[in-house]
């Protein structure tokens, strides 16, 4: 069990803003950030993260939380998995309260040292490695290493007493049908990954024994995302920031090669494609960003949807295809650096590659083919902004064989508040934030209002004297920048307003009751009396009329 006191000076050292960042993209928006809410289908931003109050919020969906809760929900983990994951995060030493806990990093590390060992022993392997080009230096650098049979494994594991269902949670074991453990990776050559913080978070192991699945990763756990990983990254994230490119490669070996001939900035998806899971990462210094994908059908589909992407996400960037079955480690090995050179400093641009891409599935020469590829990159480049669509409707004109003026958007019209807005009374909304920031307060208001005086944010004021603060709705009031703190003296005129309302309110009830006259009486003088201290500025403690 995690102790208490380290999960409380974990939090004090994060910043949710850098936490949800490394997920989603993220804007500065006034105070806070904004972005697409993760956890629900959205175009228009309405996931806020506060820094000063260290909690997201969206106003969509209404998902709210601290750091821990996003990793919590956005992972799919336990929340001493998410404290865990954030600790590695943050290279954080938690404490346990039973000593028997290994740290996740033990066990990663001791079986990368085993897998590089067993490399040096394993000929096959190393001549594999040597025969794609791949020097000492690099099998250094990246860590290469060899993963044994299946007994081996579990023998070492056995030595080094870890057990087999700390391996499970690590990615390192699998079960059968049986329920009986085996490594998942058994003799391959073994590429060790690592997250953008240089973290070990699991492994990449490629077959030499014709093995139908050529490649395959550590499975996703509490530390292992491959669709938020890119393989390299930790190694070339100095050179990407300084130089403001980073190449997007398709394998491992591209990597190593193309960091073995200069390009220190090269990267590689592990065996996935490029996601939005990606952009945050890719985004990190505003690099232009360049595909390095292979000319076979795949490659190139993977090259349109990847271009289609970044380009709708407003990335720079282009596409360089190989072609003639060579691949970025062949042109390494084979010496065509200069070549390379040239191929990356003018890369397709992602607009122009998918507007050719579009084309090029229809036979132009037909009017009804041309009519339809037209209406496909229209609804492409209407996504784009403006000032790209205007620049590349002349591309796309040229590539159909068309008169640019046949090409026209409608212009997007503003939206005009489609659903109603919400009613609310910011007064209310403005004294419960106060309360939220001040907690101490509170028993002092109560001594003066009550929650039937709340018009419209009654049960937002419940929650909060229940001391429900993690509620979304106090959340939401909590997060927002349009919701202002009262100061002391604004704080004091706003209570004396409530309290006027209510005692006018109340005033009324008793000059339309039945009740006798002598007890009315009493009542309206009792009542303006109280109303009349507050206008002069009194604050007058609460008294319920509530049997009249």
């Excluded at 998410?82 to 404490?95: G, I, N, Q, T």
């Excluded at 007064?427 to 920031?437: F, G, N, R, V, Y």
């Amino acid at each position: 069990m995690i102790d208490p006191s380290s999960i409380e000076n974990l939090k004090s050292r994060i910043d949710i803003v850098d936490v949800i960042g490394s997920y989603i993209e993220l804007k500065k928006s006034g105070a806070n950030f904004k972005g697409l809410c993760p956890f629900h289908s959205e175009k228009t931003p309405s996931f806020v993260v506060s820094p000063a109050k260290q909690i997201y919020h969206c106003f969509g969906c209404h998902a709210s939380g601290d750091a821990i809760k996003f990793v919590m929900d956005y992972e799919k983990l336990s929340y001493p998995e998410a404290v865990e994951k954030l600790a590695s995060m943050y290279h954080f030493p938690l404490s346990y309260t039973k000593s028997s806990n290994a740290k996740k990093s033990d066990i990663l590390e001791r079986v990368k040292i085993f897998f590089e060992k067993n490399l040096e022993n394993m000929k096959t392997a190393k001549e594999y490695l040597l025969n794609r080009g791949v020097y000492e230096s690099s099998i250094e650098r990246f860590e290469i290493g060899y993963a044994p049979s299946s007994f081996e494994f579990l023998e070492f594991l056995k030595r080094e007493g870890f057990s087999k269902d700390e391996a499970l949670k690590f990615g390192l074991l699998a079960k059968d049908e049986n329920g009986r453990f085996y490594a998942r990776f058994i003799e391959r050559i073994i590429f060790p990954i690592y997250d953008q913080r240089g973290n070990l978070v699991g492994f990449g192991g490629r077959t030499i024994t014709n093995h139908p699945a050529k490649y395959i990763n550590s499975p996703q756990t509490a530390y292992f995302n491959k669709s938020r990983l890119l393989y390299g990254y930790h190694l070339a994230k100095d050179r990407i920031l300084r130089e403001g490119k980073i190449i997007v490669t398709e394998g491992y070996l591209d990597v190593i090669m193309l960091h073995q001939g200069g390009f220190k900035e090269s990267v590689a998806t592990l065996g996935t494609a490029l996601t939005r899971e990606h952009l945050p990462l890719l985004r990190k210094g505003n690099p232009k960003v360049i595909l390095a994908y292979d000319g076979d059908r795949a490659g190139i589909e993977a090259a349109f949807k990847a271009s289609k992407m970044l380009s709708l996400s407003s990335i720079e960037g282009g596409v360089v295809i190989f072609e003639g079955g060579m691949d970025p480690a062949d042109m390494v090995k084979e010496g065509m650096v200069s070549k390379l050179k040239k191929l990356f400093l003018n890369p397709k641009p992602f607009v122009e590659f998918v507007l050719e891409k579009i084309v090029s599935k229809f036979d132009i020469n037909k009017p009804y083919e041309k009519e339809e590829a037209l209406k496909e990159a229209k609804i492409y480049l209407s996504s784009l902004s403006e000032i790209l669509r205007e620049e590349y409707k002349g591309y796309l004109a040229s590539l159909l064989k068309i008169d640019p003026s046949l090409i026209r958007f409608r212009r997007k019209r503003e939206n005009l508040s489609l659903k109603e807005e919400k009613k609310e009374d910011i007064s209310e909304l403005a004294l419960i934030k106060t309360l939220l920031s001040n907690p101490n307060l509170i028993d002092e208001v109560l001594d003066l209002i009550d929650s039937s005086m709340f018009s419209i944010h009654k049960e937002e004021f419940l929650l909060l004297i229940e001391g429900k603060t993690d509620d979304p709705r106090l959340l939401e009031i909590e997060i927002r920048d349009d919701i202002k703190e009262y100061n002391k003296e604004d704080l004091k005129k706003q209570l004396s307003f409530f309290l006027i309302k209510y005692y006018n309110g109340v005033l009324k009830k008793v000059i339309k009751s039945s009740l006798s006259f002598e007890e009315r009486s009493f009542l309206i003088r009792k009542i303006r009396d109280k109303i009349e201290r507050l206008k002069k500025g009194e604050l007058v403690a609460y008294e319920s009329f509530g049997a009249i």
